[in-house]
């Protein structure tokens, strides 16, 4: 039988996965699989889960949601683990799940990852970190962060939105400094978002992204006065298209690399974990990456 490595984070989302687990060892059974389960927790390194992987294994699962896949994409790196992985969507937005349209349903997506044949996929890399969905800074950025974790398993995404209403009561500039091939800008904004997925917290914002084509899609709200900033505000909430406004409201670009710098005191995000400080390198990379389960 061949071995399959599934990794679970048991607190993800509304710890959905606990009533699933023998469901999806009955399914990997019937399909002549052998699954070797592993269950995270804080006190130790993701790095450990993965350290038994080697030629006999024919793929990984992870269920969580994308901070747990954004972990053991970097422990995969770390290691050097190539082997196609699939994703089980538990956990409270599941940005990047959405983007590949992994069913929800966690029956569907296992027998889906079994039956499909593996995708390469684009990856982020921000410094020495990867990341699957958006890396971002500014306003917003670190809501995942900052919110109980208790309270987020609760009330899942109503928690975001929640704590994105008190971030907007203060809004706050940044001077940043970003530099590409296809742009240069050195000013003001509120919140930029480095996108390989299209959605933060289920809300459409990088609707041209694709994540099989070589780019990075970056969105840079520019700092403006509070009277104009709103009704951007409003759109971005609503997932609304961005393409009404101009270069001086906002800028919308693809690019497979770039380089910005930040004197301010701004913390970094990556698919809801903390991310690396500024200055930052930003790659895009090519076929990063085999996912499993995409019909």
């Known amino acids: 039988m061949k071995k399959v490595k599934f990794v679970y984070n048991p607190n993800s989302g509304e710890k959905k996965i606990i009533g699933q687990l023998d469901n999806i060892i009955k399914i990997y059974q019937e399909n002549n699989y052998t699954l070797i389960p592993y269950r995270l927790n804080i006190e130790e390194s993701v790095s450990k889960s993965l350290e038994d992987i080697d030629d006999t294994y024919d793929h990984l699962i992870v269920a969580g949601g994308d901070g747990t896949a954004d972990m053991v994409l970097n422990a995969m790196k770390s290691l050097d683990i190539n082997i196609p992985i699939g994703i089980l969507p538990t956990g409270t937005a599941n940005d990047f799940a959405r983007a590949l349209q992994i069913p929800f349903?966690?029956?569907?997506?296992?027998?889906?990852?079994?039956?499909?044949?593996?995708?390469?996929?684009d990856i982020g890399k921000i410094n020495h970190k990867y990341f699957i969905n958006v890396a971002s800074a500014g306003m917003f950025t670190d809501v995942s962060q900052?919110?109980?974790?208790?309270?987020?398993?609760s009330i899942g995404k109503v928690s975001y939105y929640i704590k994105g209403i008190e971030e907007a009561l203060y809004m706050r500039k940044f001077a940043?400094?970003?530099?590409?091939?296809?742009i240069n800008y050195s000013g003001d904004m509120y919140l930029m978002l480095i996108f390989n997925g299209k959605t933060a917290g289920n809300i459409n914002?990088?609707?041209?992204?694709?994540?099989?084509?070589?780019?990075?899609?970056v969105i840079i709200f520019k700092a403006m006065p509070i009277p104009k900033s709103i009704p951007v505000l409003i759109s971005v909430l609503r997932g609304e298209h961005l393409d009404h406004y101009n270069e001086n409201e906002l800028l919308y670009f693809k690019t497979k690399r770039l380089e910005i710098q930040c004197?301010?005191?701004l913390i970094t995000d990556i698919d809801g974990e903390k991310g690396p400080d500024f200055p930052l390198t930003v790659e895009c990379i090519k076929d990063g990456i085999e996912i499993l389960g995409i019909i």
């Open 263 to 265: 004197e301010d005191d």
């Open 146 to 153: 900052r919110i109980n974790k208790d309270f987020k398993n």
């Open 176 to 182: 940043i400094n970003v530099t590409s091939d296809e």
């Open 205 to 217: 914002l990088a609707y041209k992204a694709e994540v099989d084509d070589g780019y990075l899609d």
């Open 105 to 121: 349903d966690l029956e569907e997506a296992t027998k889906n990852i079994i039956n499909s044949r593996p995708k390469k996929i």
